[in-house]
């Protein structure tokens, strides 16, 4: 996993400096700049070239820096501890984050990043790894049902959504 990650170039934005301070520690073989704010993150954005981002949804606008990273061809992984609901989930994938993770899990970072790394060296656009090592957390956190409410976001994500042989019998 080290290999795939190291001296990538990552942007993190999170209006939480212990948040920042933690993810440079666990990125430590990686590139990283560090954003407090929208603005500076949409300069970093301007001025740079990233392999991808990790953003935090509430205090810094993450869907609108989501937007950005997409216009660049940006993968972008959101994370949040505020916005950890199905809504945000839902409307993350919508627009395009590859994966949406609970600043609980952020100790297993170097994990979903490098899961969005390979996906993206093999030009696998959708892909449900993320997904695969956290829908029993999701489960437990959300209760039985949770995935009720966008019944059809769901059938088209499980059809559409890649998860390898491989990486299933990894997580399992």
Sequence with gaps: MDDILKGKKIL?????????????ELLDICLIDTA?????????????????????????RGYDLLELANQKGLPALMLTAHALNP???????????????PKE???DITTYLADILKAHEKGIEKHGTWFARLNQFFDEKFGPGWKDE?????????????????ELEEIM
């Excluded at 993190?12 to 440079?24: F, R």
């Excluded at 994938?93 to 993770?101: D, F, L």
């Excluded at 966008?150 to 491989?166: A, G, L, N, P, R």
């Design 12 to 24: 993190i934005v999170d209006d939480e400096p212990d948040v920042l301070e933690t993810l440079t």
């Design 36 to 60: 407090p704010d929208f603005e500076t993150a949409q300069k970093f954005l301007n001025k740079n070239t990233y392999d991808v981002a990790i953003l935090d949804i509430m205090g810094v």
């Design 87 to 101: 809504e945000n989930l839902v409307k993350s994938i919508k627009e395009g984050a590859q994966s949406y993770v």
């Design 105 to 107: 899990k952020i100790s």
């Design 150 to 166: 966008h019944k059809e976001f769901w059938q088209e994500f499980d059809k559409t959504y890649i998860v390898s042989k491989e």
